[in-house]
């Protein structure tokens, strides 16, 4: 009997020791958890204050690098539309484009870009539907024209979008002017290519799906602001 009772009190013991164990791990890793958010949320904050920085600090027409897989497509933004010019600089000094792919490319036409759901492949059947929770007021300046180079925004159809706001993050490239100047007028042009008209055409010319998608990846690596201009 004694020894029986001995047995049940060790293992109550062990029980107990396991516990505590158990319960001193579960702290430790919570107490790591929220340490490691703690130190995300000083990151983002910092790193949220140096974009502010940037953007405070911009020229009235800041020229960026759209760096590609296929190469540097560099593009100024206008002035006078302060609103797409000022929302494409955040999302680029803010990384929103990293690694988003062109997900619709028309050979003769123009070069979509700027959804974040063609980040995961997974997503395809749903590119060009992404992007922020919000669009941007239309701003349509009557000289800024569809030239070739030409950077304006994308946006949803008159049918569901009549006072054509234009997508939070898409926009696209023209790279021919004839087919894209019947866009003037009703799509936000925000800015111009300066150099990099090469890299379009040959983006442009890449092979296609049935949906204009890229049979290989045309992807944007990074967008930088180019401060020696």
Same mark, same amino acid.
């Given at each position: 009997? $004694?020894?029986? #009772? ?8 062990? /029980? ?10 579960? $702290? ?6 929220? &340490? ?11 790193? &949220?204050? $140096? ?8 020229? &009235?027409?800041?020229?960026?690098? @759209? ?11 206008? %002035? ?21 792919? +062109?997900? %619709? ?5 123009? =070069?979509?870009?700027?959804?974040? #759901? ?6 395809? /059947? ?13 701003? +349509?300046?009557? &000289? ?19 006072? $054509? ?5 898409? +926009?696209? @490239?023209?790279?021919? /002017?004839?087919?894209? /100047? ?11 290519? @300066?150099?990099? #008209? ?30 020696? =201009?």
């Amino acid at each position: 009997m $004694k020894t029986t #009772l001995n047995c049940i009190l060790c293992c109550a013991a062990v /029980a107990v020791l396991a516990g505590c164990g158990n319960n001193a791990a579960k $702290k430790a890793e919570a107490e790591a958890a929220a &340490e490691q958010a703690r130190a995300d949320s000083v990151a983002a904050a910092q790193k &949220e204050q $140096k974009v502010m920085d940037k953007l405070n600090q911009l020229p &009235e027409e800041p020229v960026f690098d @759209i760096v590609t897989n296929m190469g540097t497509i560099k593009v100024r933004l206008y %002035r006078n539309t302060p609103l797409h010019r000022d929302n494409f600089a955040k999302l680029a000094l803010s990384g929103y484009y990293d690694k988003v792919l +062109f997900h %619709r490319v028309i050979r003769g036409f123009m =070069i979509q870009t700027g959804d974040p #759901l063609s980040k995961d492949p997974a997503n395809k /059947a749903r590119f060009g539907t992404g992007g922020p929770d919000y669009t941007i007021p239309a701003e +349509f300046v009557p &000289e800024y024209k569809h030239k070739k180079g030409a950077l304006a925004a994308a946006r949803r159809g008159d049918a569901v979008n009549p006072f $054509k706001e234009s997508s939070g993050s898409q +926009f696209y @490239i023209v790279q021919d /002017a004839g087919t894209c /100047a019947q866009l003037d007028g009703a799509y936000t042009v925000f800015g111009e290519t @300066i150099s990099g #008209l090469e890299i379009v055409d040959k983006i442009a010319g890449v092979e296609t799906d049935g949906r204009d998608c890229p049979l290989e990846d045309v992807k944007i690596i990074t967008i930088t602001l180019d401060e020696n =201009i």
